[in-house]
């Protein structure tokens, strides 16, 4: 198994920045694809990015593309997700999720452990 801890949440302003971390522990986690998912109230759980296992692919969802930047440190075993010129629908708990087969996908069931999650609120 893998255990995943996301931190780095807070309140922010519209047009402000937070910088998410998800720690792992357990298997190897250069072994799975990293993804990072948000849910806001009332809604259903959605895509946000992903990183393949090296690092060398990236893969956002279109409302965060130019604005987000996913990054890995196989090293330090965490996942970093960077965010700027946050806007008031970015507003959600952000999860971390982990996914061990070998294509990165977009589909939340795709991933087999996730985090606690971490609340991100930003105001206008």
């Known amino acids: 198994q893998v255990q995943l801890v996301e931190s780095g949440g807070g309140s922010v302003q519209a047009g402000g920045s937070l910088r998410l971390s998800c720690a792992a522990s357990g298997r190897t986690f250069s072994n799975y694809i990293i993804g990072w998912f948000r849910q806001a109230p009332g809604k259903e759980r959605e895509f946000v990015a992903a990183i393949s296992k090296s690092g060398k692919n990236t893969y956002y969802a279109d409302s965060v593309k130019g604005r987000f930047t996913i990054s890995r440190d196989n090293a330090k075993n965490a996942v970093y997700l960077q965010m700027n010129s946050l806007k008031p629908e970015d507003t959600a708990v952000y999860y971390c999720?982990?996914?061990?087969?070998?294509?990165?996908?977009?589909?939340?069931?795709?991933?087999?452990?996730w985090g606690q999650g971490t609340q991100v609120t930003v105001s206008s």
């Open positions: 999720g982990a996914d061990g087969s070998f294509v990165v996908s977009t589909t939340r069931g795709r991933y087999d452990y």
